[in-house]
Every structure is written in C-alpha cells, then in structure tokens.
C-alpha cells in the first residue's frame, strides 16, 4: 500500500495516467461496438476479417479530438475539492462536443454513409458509459484511500479569527477532498481565540516556522483579514525557508459574491468578485442553445401564432405586434415584441405602470392571451435576433430600471447575462406585481449557477409552471 501522501507526489503522473484511459476508452468502446453489433460477421462475408481502416481512421480522429477538447474543458485539472456532478457535465460535454465534430467532419467530407448508424449509437453510448465509469471508480478508489488515512494534505491555517475558523469548517465538511485540517496559529490578539471547538491552537504566528519544519505539513493557509497586511508579510517573510505551499485566503465573505473566480491579468493577480457567467464556451454554448431551440419553437408554434395575430387583428384596432424599449445584457436597450393585448391609447394617462391584477386596460381578447402568456411567443424572434435569450431574468423598462437600481439591492446584476422569456423567478412564482427583491434574488441565484443543464430544467419546468400562473395578468 503506497504510504502516506504518496500519490501527491506524484499527481502529474495521475494526471497523465487518467488521460491515457479515457484515449484507451474512446478507442476501445469503439471496437466493443464493432463486435457488439456484428460487424465482424457481416465484412467477414466479404473476405474482412479485421475492422476496417476507415473505423480505425474514425477512432483515431475522436482520440484527438478528446486530446484538445477535454483539457479545454479543464477535465485534467486536479479534481480535489471539485464536485463529481460538475466533473460528469464537463465530461459529457466533452464527449457530445467531440461526436458533434465527428459528424460534422462526416457531413462535410460525405462520408457518413460509408459508417453503421447501430455502431455510431453504440459507440457513443458505451464510450460515454465507459467514461463516467473510470471516473467515477478512480474517486472512489481516492475517497476509499482517504477514508485510510491515505494521500492527505496537512494542511495549518495562520489566523484563528473568524475567518479562519470559516474556512476550517468548510473543509472540515467535505472530508472527501483529502484536506486534513491540523490546527490553528493565532495572532496572539484579543480578536482571536485562544482555543477553538474543533481545531486545536497550535502556537502563535511567530512559533509557525518551527511547526512547518519538525512536522509534516504540506500547506499553510494564510487566514486573516485586508487590513491585515504587514502581518501576512510578516507570516509570508517568516516561512521563506520552508518548502511549503502558501495560500491566501482572502476575506471576501462580506462581499455579494456572483461567479467569482481568481485570475491573473498582464501578470497581476485579479479576483473577480462580480461576473458574468457568459464568457469563453459558455457564452457560445448559450447562443447555440438559443438559436437552436428558438428556431425550433418558432417552427412549430408558427400556426398558432397565425391564429393569434388574427385575433389581435379583429378584436381591437392597431397593429398586431406591440414594441417597447426593454434593458438586456449589460443595460443594453433593445425593442422587445410581444402580440399587443391592450388598446394603443391605454398608457397615455396612467403613463408607465406595471401590469396588475384586477386591471381593465387589456381586451378581451389580449387579456386571454395575457392568461396562458402566449402574447411573449414574438419574443423568440428576439432571441433569433441575438437581443434575448430563452432563458434569463425578465427584461424591464428603462424607466423601471432608472427607479429599481437604487431601490433595490443588487438589481443591475440581473443585467450580467441577456434578458430572457422565462427565468427561474418566473416559474417560481416571482412574477407580475410580486416581490421585486424576491425576484432578483432569484435571477442573482440563476446567474451564479448557469448551466445548460439548469436552463433545460427552467425550460422544462415552464411547460408545468410558468404558462398559466395566478400572477400572470
């Protein structure tokens, strides 16, 4: 059994180790599919009693589009403390990206038909099993080795403060990602303790170099507060002999966090407290999910479209079509559509007003319409335009925008990703004249976990929840 924080050490060789089976999968699962569905037995007709060179040619290619695909995925990073929910998406991902380019190559150079469709299936089925499997058996096989007390970090928090003692905690909770919490050192201040329930107090800041070099440790966590510099330095300039790696975590918990993330600009250090989610792949994923499914919604609910137009049409004077400024994307105006459902002179007293209850201003007909929200239906031609997406946080008026930002906490974060047609506000019920901060606090939560998994659901779960609701009117 390998000894204590071995496999640590050599981490580059897992590395490398894991990269080499999911090439061996991808090729392998393909084989499997060649015999699974008796392949062999129809070319050995023909005198071929080997697969043949063109599937070979086909395995090959996927192996190296896996090669570029899935570290860009960031699939080989170290998967400690990284979730195995978060670890399957990205590996799905990468296998879907990976046949998409396959077919597309196929499609292009029209040599798809030379390849069994039954293969194609089962290859990417049991490539993708094969996958997930290996993955998930390598986790447990570190979880099961943790659990004996096998591949560890060491780690020592500087700073016993509340800080500290948060980040302790966190990791202390998820004892599967091998960190091991050994104690504090304190910084021998009245803001501290000199004990705490958990962890022991192992000394203080000036007694940390000693510990590092008489036991084994492998990292130190530098714990403390933004004013606290010049002791940081001082921990910082005291552990300058020790080969130890040194963290710092800043304390930035009383910050409004949206997808924040560390990284380095023009050789500086940059932690971004406040982001959109929608930049490199994600934001040509998203768009590749708009198109896609707003063409397709488009298409088939075009009929229907044509019916309504023809009610609006009959049932009042005006156009059929009602455009309004709306705020997108980085406060970004834009003109959104919807079916009109009111007469063209229904604001010219009241002025802007949100839509209530109980309201005459709608006809009869719009009002129907405002029921089942089929007047948003234009708003996929939007999405086609680039200016939505389906999915998203309800676009508002400028003039709401101009009155809300001030009012209420975090709104102009609701404008980091596009405005959509339904959100995870809407078919929780935060619609219509209901609780504006509720709302954004439900379009903050969609945004800090953007996924296209998530928007699926959110899609899904409108058909149940987010057409005919008690506050749409």
Request: charged letters at 20%; a positive charge.
């Amino acid at each position: 059994m390998p000894s204590r924080g071995i496999l640590k050490e050599y981490s580059s060789l897992l590395n490398l180790i894991l990269r080499i089976i999911d090439w061996l999968t991808i090729y392998f699962s393909g084989i499997f599919a060649y015999y699974a569905t008796g392949l062999d037995e129809y070319f050995a007709q023909f005198g071929q009693h080997t697969m043949p060179i063109a599937y070979n040619y086909v395995l090959v290619v996927a192996v190296l589009l896996s090669i570029v695909i899935f570290p860009f995925l960031s699939l080989y990073r170290a998967w400690r403390g990284g979730s195995v929910f978060d670890e399957m998406k990205l590996l799905t991902l990468g296998w879907v990206l990976t046949a998409f380019f396959l077919a597309t190559f196929a499609l292009m150079t029209k040599t798809g038909a030379a390849y069994s469709r039954l293969w194609v299936g089962v290859w990417f089925i049991s490539g993708w099993s094969a996958l997930v499997f290996f993955r998930i058996l390598l986790r447990l096989l570190l979880r099961w080795m943790r659990s004996k007390g096998r591949n560890l970090r060491q780690i020592v928090v500087a700073g016993a403060g509340d800080l500290g003692q948060e980040v302790a905690e966190r990791v202390n909770a998820a004892s599967w990602t091998g960190l091991e919490i050994v104690g504090f050192f304190s910084k021998n201040q009245t803001d501290e303790p000199k004990s705490t329930e958990t962890f022991p107090i192992l000394g203080d800041l000036d007694s940390l170099p000693e510990f590092v070099g008489n036991n084994r440790v492998d990292q130190v966590w530098v714990a403390m507060q933004l004013k606290d510099e010049e002791m940081v330095k001082r921990v910082l300039h005291s552990l300058r002999h020790s080969a130890v790696d040194i963290c710092y975590i800043p304390d930035i918990f009383g910050f409004q966090l949206l997808n924040h993330s560390f990284t380095e600009i023009a050789g500086l250090p940059v932690v971004n407290l406040s982001a959109t989610p929608m930049e490199g792949i994600n934001r040509w994923l998203k768009a590749i999910e708009d198109q896609t499914l707003a063409f397709i919604i488009l298409t088939l609910v075009s009929p229907l479209m044509l019916l309504i137009a023809m009610g609006v049409k009959l049932s009042s004077k005006g156009p059929i079509f009602f455009r309004q400024e709306r705020v997108s994307w980085n406060g970004e105006p834009f003109i959104m559509y919807k079916f009109r459902s009111m007469a063209m002179s229904a604001e010219e007293k009241s002025g802007p007003v949100w839509a209530k209850q109980g309201e005459s201003r709608a006809t009869w007909f719009g009002s129907l319409l405002r029921k089942a929200s089929l007047d948003e239906l234009p708003q996929f031609i939007n999405v086609l335009k680039g200016e939505m997406s389906i999915v998203g946080p309800r676009p508002e008026r400028s003039v709401f925008v101009e009155q809300f930002k001030d009012q209420v906490p975090d709104y102009m974060k609701k404008h980091l990703v596009k405005a959509g047609i339904t959100g995870w506000a809407q078919i929780n019920g935060w619609r219509g004249d209901t609780d504006l901060k509720k709302r954004v606090e439900h379009d903050i939560y969609y945004i800090e976990h953007w996924s296209v998994w998530f928007d699926l659901k959110i899609i899904m779960l409108t058909f149940f929840k987010g057409f005919v609701h008690r506050n749409a009117y």
